[in-house]
């Protein structure tokens, strides 16, 4: 009796694993994040162009070190437009360049929307709408935190905390506010990235001219 006890258990437990193994591998695999996609299609940009005639390099020993990095520092919506450019981007071109482009469609996002809201609040003498409007502003009309357009949390909370704030009210909070997120972001990409990687990486948002 006691043999076929363990018997009848061990078959049991057998059972039940397969069971369980079976489920498990049935299960559809986890949608890939923006970044994940991003830092893909980077790569995939940079191999399919490599040795090619025309084909720019100069950043792509510093970004392929640093893509996950990189995608970090970015939004979701902009990772996104940026993934789909980067998938017919002709050689000869730098795929990174199409961060600018992702720009022009990209969503604002929450924290996007509470440096304008906070900026405005607290270092601008024109409040309200007109002024979280024009905040960002487009490329053909740059508002004061245009460079931060592209940015994910990570930056944006630092600039937020940073410069946001002013014991001397208003006028020196708008009037330092420039020099202060200019300084707050290099500071931040300075110890995220390579500096070649985030000299790389501002020349992809800046508009072309």
Known sequence: MPIRFRFSTVFASAIL???????????????PTPQQKFTEALSGAYSRCSGKAGASTSCETSLKADATKVAGLLSASVLDGATTCMKSTACGADPLTCLGTAVGGATTSSAQTKLATDYCKSCSAVGGEACTTAFFGTADVPGVAFLLLPFGDGPLAEVDSSCTKNPLGKTACQAAFTACLSATATKFLATSVSAESAKCLVEGILPKT
Request: aromatic share 0%; net charge negative.
């Open 17 to 31: 694993v397969s069971t369980l193994l079976a489920c498990s591998s049935s299960d559809p695999a986890p949608e």
